[in-house]
């Protein structure tokens, strides 16, 4: 009861506090973001969201957490990237210096936590994949896929918060089926902090004029601290509960994942950089076809939830790992197929929206 309750409410609370304490501090310094031709937003909106969500889990862990042991990393690693996205924020910062903070706060995760992947499981029926040597190579790649995929999800009021949210809610259930009591009071405590985030983000009643965004603070934060814990509870064997198959965090993640798959491929297929900005992600998609933002976040929350849902039952009902991958696999490449042709959707759906209102509107350009 203290840990589903106290520790989570403990951790808005202080995201709260701190947001309030914030907002009148970053108008005046500047760490506010302004719109462009890609950021549609109406005024400054102050970047603290990041910074309190960072706090406010340094505060709660250093209070509920007996002993930090690895997570001392973990803490480490996130207020890295939580003062480079500040910076960021605040002045620019190059993409080759961004992306050597993301590598230096992986290598804290593999080195000094010891978090590394071990293995794939049995993707493909036949043997438990072990990685050797490639294990901390590809934790590495892992970790920036990951933190980025968080950092592009960051387009809506409550998108990026809301999926992460959820993840963090996945693992702490997923943490408590593994009895891993430390693991799943760190998650509640993330989900918390989230939370409480949240409610000055994503549209409701108590926001009012209190309106905050992310910020690359906290969009590579929860990246990375999403990594360490997919990483963590589907890698160390904790006890004699075993630990999650790794296929199963491909579901817990779901949106996150698909999304940075077909949009990677998508600008290779385009020869464009796979890291650079545009509006091609399925929220930008969805917009264009007509539906209200805050309609397009529920519809991908929603699905996040189920996606996660049909993996860990997938998991309990004794699907094989090559089942769950092979489905997941299936999942993202219809995605991709339906984003490669999206604008024909997107003016089918104009033509028929513009028949029920009444009047012609002009196709959306390809995306």
């Keep these: 009861m203290f840990d589903f309750f106290w520790v989570p409410l403990f951790s808005l609370l202080t995201t709260a506090l701190i947001v309030l304490l914030l907002r009148p501090v970053a108008k005046a310094g500047g760490l506010v973001d302004r719109p462009n031709s ?12 990041g910074i309190a969500v960072t706090l406010a889990v ?14 001392v990393a973990l803490l480490g ?13 605040l002045k620019g910062m190059s993409p080759v210096a961004k992306l050597a903070a993301q590598l230096l706060a992986a290598i804290l995760m593999t080195s000094w936590g010891g978090i590394y992947l071990s293995s794939l499981g049995d993707l493909f029926g036949r043997r438990e994949i072990e990685l050797a040597n490639w294990g901390i190579p590809l934790t590495l790649f892992a970790a920036v896929a990951v933190i980025n995929a968080m950092n592009m999800c960051d387009g809506l009021d409550g998108l990026a918060g809301g999926l992460a949210a959820i993840v963090f809610g996945w693992f702490a259930y997923l943490a408590g089926e593994l009895g891993n009591g430390a693991a ?8 918390g902090a989230i939370l409480g985030f949240l409610i000055f983000n994503i549209r409701n009643p108590l926001r009012g004029k209190s309106r905050i965004f992310l910020g690359d603070a906290g969009s590579l934060m929860l990246g990375f601290s999403i990594v360490w814990f997919a990483v963590l509870l589907s890698q160390v064997q904790y006890n004699e509960h075993g630990r999650i198959p790794p296929v199963v965090m491909l579901w817990v993640l779901g949106f996150v994942l698909i999304d940075l798959f077909t949009v990677v491929v998508r600008r290779v297929l385009k020869g ?10 399925l929220h930008h ?6 539906m209200g933002p805050d309609a397009i976040v529920w519809v991908i929350l929603v699905s ?9 039952f997938g998991w309990k009902a004794g699907l094989s790992e090559q089942t769950l991958f092979i489905l997941f696999l299936l999942l993202a ?10 604008w024909r959707f997107i003016r089918t759906g104009r033509r028929m929206l513009a028949r029920i209102k009444g009047r012609k509107v002009l196709p959306p350009p390809e995306v």
């Design 58 to 71: 340094w505060a709660a862990s250093m209070l509920f957490m007996r002993t930090q042991g690895y997570y």
């Design 272 to 281: 464009k950089n796979p890291l650079s900005a545009d509006r091609t992600h």
């Design 285 to 290: 998609v969805l917009l264009r076809f007509g």
């Design 304 to 312: 996040n939830v189920l996606l996660g849902f049909c993996g860990v």
């Design 184 to 191: 799943q009071r760190m998650c509640i405590i993330f989900c």
């Design 77 to 89: 690693g996130l207020t890295l990237l939580a003062l480079v996205g500040v910076i960021d924020d």
């Design 38 to 49: 890609r950021k549609r937003h109406l005024g400054e909106v102050p970047l603290v969201g």
């Design 333 to 342: 490449l219809l995605h991709l197929m339906i984003m490669r042709v999206a």
